[in-house]
């Protein structure tokens, strides 16, 4: 049956999440309007890199920025160098960071930094977690919003005692702000303003911008300098990172100011997934584009649903669930430039079909 | 002065080395027969990936092979997993190698390798250098051909008697094969057959490919598939690494029957500075496309004669001298698409010119 939905998915004429399909078509998009004589990146130098760089260092209020291949590279290269500085190879993050669970500990097992992590599996990090932490960690990062609980967002309050009490007690701040722009129009701050809390961010350009892949280490010079030295070594000072720097800057400049839109339409959607019978999303007002949908019913039950609403409405809701139980069951939305090209009365009567099929789940 | 020669060399009509500008053309023109519907690969998955991971493992008559963005992280990962197999940190190369001295100490700094160095600064790897070694390294490093001494080569004989040697000594044979096309006429032999002397093997696909960047690493099936965790873990499993496939592949199509014709050209073009006065080439006789130029002068004097050279004929020689010592400079040459462009009595004259005034420095 996960085939089946699939499937339909893929052959759907609307879709809920993201801006386009990933194909080539994105890249070349990106390159009509530049000059093919515009020269390459040669090892992290050139004008193609320092431009947007010095861009986006200026965007973010920080020092100077370094575009790297992956935001994967970036951070463990921020933590590593806060540790050097401070001599203490410990970290904290929250026990969902990408760091944690998606890049095969390559934290500890390239840079043999320890991690603690903080608060637990359902929430934001609070200042409370971050006093009783203590002083013995080098830097804490924080990652806004905490994709994998739907996006949540502590206060901005909250950020500022964080911050200030980070200041206070020798440890660095780091944000993972792969979803930086994302979660502007919910503090209602520019995002110089939120960088301003923290020692260094990162932000990726394939999440609400729409790049190809790429993304940038801000901070004061000294530490992207060295930045850089750890950048080759990883193996990312590659000869010409061009291909994602220009489309990283042509969908920044084309999508940045679109996220109050996104933010606005996922409140409304968030809103018509609780309105349907064993169905609710996380957090239930959402604070930037994404938000969970979690169904109280398993896998099983829910894929012949979802598949034949795709196949009567055209609408693709996902194309994947995570099962989370036996019983319940998940998936992620992340609002895009798609999302408002599905016509309203086709979205209500999908999801009038939504809110009956799951009625009829025993 | 030097800018000068810079600065002449940049509006060249033609050139000795390399097959075009590095410029957003090169990237055009390999996505022009490419369907704006191919769909991205998504973190080392989908057809454009898996399918040119296949068949450069084919040609290299490898098992399999996985796509990395950067050589430097493919070797890296694959003297650490050879390391990691035998229960030693320790591994041997030339002093000269592109680990050692260009990737800030990565190998050492990220994986706690200790390097042994072998054989002299001036020459390639003999059977007796290995020998000498022991047995106690996980993995010999070979880089054919040996790049910072112009492209020289070891004997086929000698290759085959180290990899017996290895496999008999349990020491892994690794090929840092970045210019392993270029190699192919000299020695007659098939990508393939270099290979089944290694167990692993790193490919660029930028140099003489004249790709965007990007490298395969290849072996077998268990190594290979280490490799991608170690790749993520290094920041290099990009959501998309589609730009830098689609033109290797394209450009490998391209030039890949193209080595023999700048193998004869770098041979003729060697033969032409050898007769000039204060001037050798390092090999005498090249291996591949490539050489070394070495003048017996100081650098200040030959700018000028090179920068007049190209604004009187238009030949860029080099846009870069390196002083080797007060009284000697030197040059790569590194034949591409664009040697043959030149007009064979402009290159005679060009050469009449640069004897004429070699002869004259006092």
Chains 1, 2 share one sequence.
Not at 166 to 179: F, P
Not at 287 to 308: C, D, G, Q, W, Y
Request: with cysteine.
């Amino acid at each position: 049956m996960n085939n089946s939905l699939a499937e339909a998915f893929k052959h759907a004429t609307y879709y809920l999440s993201g801006h386009s399909k990933r194909n080539v078509r994105v890249l070349k998009q990106a390159l009509t309007a530049i000059d093919d004589e515009q020269a390459s990146d040669m090892y992290g130098r050139g004008e193609v890199i320092e431009n947007f760089q010095a861009k986006m260092a200026n965007y973010l209020g920080k020092e100077a920025a370094v575009f790297f291949p992956s935001g994967t590279m970036a951070q463990q290269i921020a933590l590593r160098i806060w540790c050097d500085k401070k001599g203490i190879k410990r970290v904290a993050y929250h026990p969902l960071s990408h760091l944690e669970i998606h890049e095969e500990d390559g934290l500890k097992k390239l840079h043999q930094i320890e991690t603690i992590l903080i608060a637990d599996e359902t929430r934001v990090i609070e200042l409370e977690d971050v006093v009783s932490l203590g002083k013995d960690i080098a830097c804490l990062l924080l990652e806004l919003p905490q994709r994998e609980i739907g996006g949540q967002l502590p206060e901005y309050q909250t950020l500022e005692a964080i911050s200030t009490y980070c200041g206070d007690n020798n440890i660095k701040l780091h944000l993972d702000g792969a979803r930086l722009l994302e979660i502007l129009p919910f503090y209602q701050k520019s995002a110089a303003e939120i960088c301003g809390l923290f020692d260094s961010v990162y932000l990726s350009f394939y999440k609400g911008i729409g790049g190809i892949a790429g993304a940038i280490l801000a901070g004061d010079q000294v530490f992207t300098e060295q930045s850089k030295i750890w950048k080759r070594r990883h193996g990312g000072d590659i000869i010409s990172l061009y291909p994602y720097i220009i489309s990283a800057d042509h969908y920044f400049e084309q999508r940045k100011d679109n996220m109050a839109e996104y933010y606005h339409q996922a409140k409304e959607l968030a809103l018509a997934f609780n309105d349907c019978r064993k169905s609710a999303t996380t957090p239930v007002m959402p604070t930037s584009n994404m938000f969970h949908v979690h169904f109280s019913a398993a896998r099983e039950k829910l894929e012949p649903i979802l598949s034949s609403i795709c196949l009567e409405t055209g609408i693709g809701i996902t194309g994947y669930l995570k099962s989370t139980s036996n019983q319940t069951c998940s998936f992620e939305v992340s609002i895009g430039d798609r999302y408002q090209q599905i016509p309203k009365d086709l979205l209500q009567k999908g999801f009038k079909l939504l809110d009956e099929r799951l009625g009829k789940i025993e």
